[in-house]
C-alpha cells in the first residue's frame, strides 16, 4: 500500500442483528413534576408531547446481546431507585450488567422518579410510575428479542448548533445561561441501522445539549427538543429515532428557559435537520468515500470514489470502574438540619437535592464510577452516569480520529457534575453542586482512553 495516499475517512459498519421498539411513557396526570427551584407549580397542567422509552437490542454473530434503553426522563435522585429498576430488568431479562445501558434524555420537564418525593404534592404517583417503567423496559425488551432483523449498523459525523457553551462570566459572576463568546462542541453522531437489503429501519442521535428549553414556567410534560427531532425524522424518514444525550454538562440551546412550546419545537427541528442533512450525502452502509487517484486538469485533481467495504462481525462489552474522590461534604444530619430550617422555596429546592446525593454517598471517600464501553467494530459507545463535561468526548475523539466515539451522559445511575479541573475554585454551578473532588474528570478522561487504546 502506498504511505502517500491521504487517510481515509473513519467509516464503521457493522453486522448483527437488531430491533428497536418504542414505548410511550407518558406519566399519568398529577404526578409530582417540580424540576426547578424557580418553579411555582408542583404538578403539570397537561402534555406538550408524550414521552417515550426506545430500546435497541442488538445481537452479534456470536450470540452476545446489547440492550440500549433510552427514556425521556430528567435525572435519578436516589440511586437506590435506578439500582432496583435496573437490576429486576437485568434478572427477568436474563441479562448480565454489562449488557444493559439505561440511559436518561435529561429533558428538565419530565416527571420525578425519585421515591423520596413519595411525600410531595403528587408523590404518591411516583412509585407506581416507577413500576411501570421496569414492566415496560421488560416488555420491550422481550419483544424487541423476538423480532430481530439481520443487518448493519453504520456511522456518520455530522454537526449541530443548537448546543451553545451555558456557563456565562458576568464580571466574575457565573450564571448558568448562553455564552457568546465561546465556541461549542457541535459534533453530531448519526447511527443508521439499516437491515439485509440496505434499507434504513431505524437511527441514532447522540448529541449533548441540555434539554433545558422548557424551564421554571412552564407547567407541561415534555421531552423537550428531542419530541420534536423525533416527530420531524419520522415524518421525512419513516423511521424512529433513539437518542443518547451526550457529554453536555456545560452546553445548552441558546434560546431556553422559556414556556412557549414553539421554541421547544424550533429547537428539536433544528436538530432534526441537521440529522436529516448528515445522511444526505453519507456513504452507504457498505461503502466507504476513499482515494482514488490523482487526475492532471488545469489543476491537479484527488479523484475520490466510493469503495465497497467488509461490515464487521465484531462486538464486545466492558464494564470497569474508576475511583475518584469525594468532596469533604456535610453529614447527612447537618443538612437535614438546613432543610427543615429553611423557608426560602428556591434554597429549600436544593438542598432537598444535596440531601438525596449526601444519603446516597453514605460514608464513602472515593466514588467508584461505573463505566461501559460497547465495540461495535471500529465505533465504540462510552456510557457513564454523570454530567461530564464536553471537553470529555471532544479529547477522546480526538484521540480516535479513525473511530466512531458516541459518549453518552446519565447512564444506569446518576450522582453530579463532572468540571474539568481548571474551574474548581469559581464560583460555577456544576463546581459547587458536584460531590467530586478536583480532577475526577481527568481521571476519568485517561482511563477511558486506556481501555480503548487496549481495546484497538
Not at 273 to 286: F, H, I, M
Not at 393 to 406: N, S, T
Not at 430 to 456: D, H, N, Y
Request: aromatic content about 10%.
Amino acid at each position: 500500500m502506498n504511505s502517500n495516499l491521504p487517510p481515509a475517512e473513519p467509516h464503521a459498519a457493522a453486522r448483527l442483528k437488531f430491533q428497536l421498539i418504542e414505548a410511550d411513557i407518558t406519566p399519568p396526570k398529577g404526578i409530582h413534576v417540580r424540576n426547578w427551584g424557580a418553579s411555582k407549580s408542583d404538578v403539570a397542567s397537561g402534555v406538550h408531547k408524550p414521552l417515550y422509552m426506545s430500546c435497541l437490542l442488538t445481537e452479534s454473530a456470536d450470540g452476545e446481546l446489547g440492550v440500549i434503553i433510552a427514556a425521556d426522563l430528567g435525572w435519578w435522585k436516589n440511586n437506590t431507585d435506578e439500582l432496583t429498576l435496573r437490576t429486576t430488568i437485568l434478572h427477568e431479562c436474563g441479562l448480565s450488567e454489562k449488557q444493559l445501558l439505561f440511559c436518561l434524555s435529561h429533558t428538565h420537564a419530565g416527571p420525578s422518579i425519585c421515591s423520596n418525593d413519595k411525600e410531595q404534592v403528587g408523590g404518591d404517583l411516583i412509585i407506581p410510575y416507577l413500576e411501570f417503567l421496569k414492566d415496560t423496559a421488560i416488555q420491550s425488551i422481550k419483544k424487541a428479542r423476538q423480532n430481530l432483523t439481520d443487518g448493519f449498523l453504520s456511522w456518520e459525523y455530522g454537526c449541530c448548533d443548537l448546543a451553545a457553551k451555558r456557563d456565562l462570566d458576568l464580571d466574575g459572576q457565573f450564571l448558568i445561561g448562553y455564552d457568546p463568546s465561546s465556541k461549542a462542541d457541535n459534533t453530531l453522531l448519526v447511527g443508521k441501522l439499516n437491515d439485509g437489503n440496505g434499507q434504513l429501519k431505524a437511527l441514532i442521535c447522540n448529541y449533548a445539549c441540555h434539554p433545558t428549553t422548557f424551564a421554571h414556567e412552564n407547567t407541561l410534560i415534555s421531552p423537550d427538543y428531542v419530541g420534536a427531532m423525533r416527530e420531524t425524522i419520522k415524518s421525512q424518514l419513516n423511521v424512529p429515532c433513539l437518542f443518547l444525550q451526550g457529554a453536555s454538562g456545560d452546553l445548552a440551546p441558546k434560546k431556553q428557559y422559556v414556556k412557549e412550546p414553539g421554541v421547544v419545537d424550533a429547537n428539536g427541528r433544528k436538530l432534526a435537520y441537521a440529522v436529516l442533512s448528515t445522511l444526505e450525502n453519507a456513504s452507504p452502509y457498505d461503502r466507504q468515500w476513499t482515494f482514488d487517484t490523482a487526475l492532471q486538469s488545469g489543476a491537479p485533481l484527488a479523484i475520490f470514489e466510493e469503495n465497497k467495504i467488509v461490515a464487521s462481525s465484531f462486538f464486545r462489552q466492558l464494564k470497569f470502574e474508576v475511583k475518584i474522590p469525594y468532596k469533604q461534604l456535610a453529614s447527612v444530619e447537618e443538612i437535614e438540619d438546613d432543610f427543615n430550617a429553611c423557608r426560602d422555596r428556591v434554597m429549600k429546592d436544593r438542598l432537598w437535592r444535596k440531601l438525596n446525593t449526601r444519603k446516597s454517598i453514605g460514608d464513602r471517600t472515593h466514588a467508584s464510577l461505573p463505566i461501559w464501553i460497547w465495540q461495535y467494530g471500529d465505533a465504540f459507545i462510552i456510557a457513564q452516569s454523570n454530567e461530564v463535561y464536553s471537553v470529555c468526548q471532544e479529547y477522546i475523539r480526538l484521540h480516535f480520529k479513525d473511530r466512531f466515539i458516541a459518549f453518552v451522559n446519565i447512564a444506569n445511575g446518576y450522582q453530579g457534575y463532572l468540571p474539568p479541573a481548571d474551574l474548581y475554585g469559581k464560583d460555577i454551578y456544576a463546581v459547587w453542586q458536584t460531590p467530586f473532588e478536583k480532577g475526577g474528570l481527568e481521571l476519568l478522561m485517561a482511563a477511558i482512553i486506556s481501555k480503548i487504546q487496549k481495546l484497538i
